[in-house]
C-alpha cells in the first residue's frame, strides 16, 4: 500500500464505494451494500467516521495497524491517510460510514465547535468500543441522517442534517467519557508510566539537553496521540496534562532551591528552561512567590 488516492469531495468517496450521490457535501454509506476489497489506501479531505461491525482486515491509520472489534467507531479528519490490508483475503465488510465535506459545517455551530471533538485526531488504537445499546444509538443517529439525505433538498436540509450530525458526535463524547471511565485501570496505568516518565525525564540529562518536556513528546513515549493523552490525563486528574507538567516542574523547583549551593539560574537550566525569568514567572504564578523568596522561608 505505497500508492494513495485522494479523496477530497463526498463523490470521490462514493464513487470509490460504488454509491451514488444523494447529497454533495454529506453521505452515509452502509458497507453491506458495497462490493468487497481487498486493499487501499486514502488520503482524506474530508471527515470521515466508520462504525465496523466485524473484524475487515487490519486497519492502518498513519503508521498504527488496528484489528477491528464488533461494534468500533474510528474517526478520521481531513489531512489524514488511512487504508485497509487484508493481506491477500477478500474482504465483505459490515458496518457504516458517515462522510462529509467540510464546507457542510462551515457557518454552523458545528463548524465552530468540531475542533472540540479531539477524537477526530485520536490514533486508530485509541478508537471507540461500544455497548449493544450504544451500537443501537448511533446506528440510530445514522438512519436519521441517511433519511434526510434521501429527501429532495430543501432550504431546511443543511440545518436538519448538520444538527443530526452534531447530535451523533455528541452522543460519541458522551460514550468516549464513559470508555475512560471503564478503562481505569488502564489508565491508571497510563498515569503511573507518565509520572515515571516525568521523574526519568529529571533524573537525566533530558531536561537540560531537550528543554522541558511537551505533552506531545511525552504522548509520544507512552505511544498515544497527544489528544487521546491530553484527553485521559484530563479525566483521570481534573487538570490538564500541561497543568501537571508544570506542578512537577514546581515540585523539583522546590528540592534544588533548598540547596543553597545552586542558583537559581543554574536550576533554571537543569529544569530545561531557556532563560531563569521563565522559571520566575512560573514558580511565582503556581506559588504566588519567586523562587529567591521561596529559599528565604527555607
Not at 11 to 30: A, F, I, K
Not at 73 to 97: C, M, N
Not at 252 to 259: N, P
Request: proline share 3%; glycine share 6%; hydrophobic share 35%.
Amino acid at each position: 500500500m505505497k500508492d494513495f488516492e485522494r479523496i477530497d469531495t463526498v463523490r470521490q468517496y462514493n464513487e470509490s464505494m460504488g454509491v451514488d450521490t444523494l447529497h454533495p457535501l454529506v453521505s452515509v454509506v452502509n458497507f453491506d451494500e458495497i462490493p468487497t476489497y481487498h486493499n487501499f489506501r486514502r488520503h482524506m479531505g474530508v471527515y470521515a467516521v466508520f462504525l465496523k461491525n466485524i473484524k475487515c482486515g487490519d486497519m492502518r491509520y498513519g503508521c498504527q495497524p488496528y484489528d477491528y472489534e464488533d461494534g468500533t467507531l474510528v474517526f478520521i479528519s481531513p489531512g489524514q491517510v488511512y487504508g485497509i490490508d487484508s493481506k491477500g483475503e477478500i474482504i465483505k465488510p459490515s458496518g457504516k460510514a458517515l462522510v462529509f465535506h467540510p464546507d457542510l459545517i462551515v457557518g454552523t455551530h458545528l463548524g465552530k465547535q468540531i475542533k472540540d471533538y479531539s477524537f477526530f485526531s485520536y490514533e486508530v488504537n485509541e478508537a471507540l468500543h461500544l455497548s449493544k445499546k450504544e451500537s443501537a444509538t448511533i446506528n440510530d443517529c445514522l438512519d436519521k441522517i441517511a433519511s434526510e439525505i434521501d429527501l429532495n433538498i430543501d432550504k431546511h436540509s443543511k440545518t436538519l442534517i448538520v444538527s443530526n450530525i452534531e447530535l451523533f458526535l455528541n452522543y460519541c463524547m458522551r460514550f468516549y467519557d464513559r470508555q475512560f471511565i471503564t478503562r481505569t485501570n488502564a489508565n491508571n496505568d497510563v498515569l503511573l508510566r507518565f509520572e515515571n516518565l516525568l521523574n526519568d525525564y529529571f533524573k537525566s540529562n533530558l531536561a537540560h539537553n531537550l528543554g522541558l518536556p511537551t505533552v506531545t513528546w511525552c504522548a509520544e513515549q507512552l505511544h498515544l496521540s497527544p489528544n487521546y493523552f491530553g484527553d485521559l490525563i484530563k479525566k483521570e486528574t481534573g487538570i490538564t496534562a500541561l497543568d501537571y507538567i508544570q506542578s512537577k516542574l514546581i515540585e523539583e523547583a522546590k528540592l534544588k532551591i533548598f540547596d543553597p549551593t545552586k542558583s537559581i539560574n543554574k536550576i533554571a537550566d537543569e529544569l530545561g528552561f531557556k532563560y531563569q525569568q521563565h522559571l520566575t514567572r512560573l514558580f511565582k504564578q503556581k506559588t504566588g512567590m519567586t523562587p529567591n523568596e521561596y529559599r528565604s522561608m527555607s
